[in-house]
């Protein structure tokens, strides 16, 4: 019998570890639950998805720019 291990997702933004507010939701959902906080991850990107243990850890890397 193989053994089940539950995947648990860690998102990195601006040096801080935030927590996987819902499992459910994909990852853009989240980015757009934290940008309600965070304000200028509305534009940022999700990137990653690697594997550290059983943690899956994205990151949120904000849009690179010059303003118009």
Known sequence: MANVTTV????????????DPDPRMNTEEVKQFYAQIHPELINASV?????NDDTQVWRFAR??????
């Open 8 to 19: 648990k997702r860690t998102f990195l933004y601006g040096g801080r570890t935030l927590p």
């Open 47 to 51: 990137e990653g998805g690697e594997f």
């Open 63 to 68: 849009a690179v720019g010059t303003k118009g």
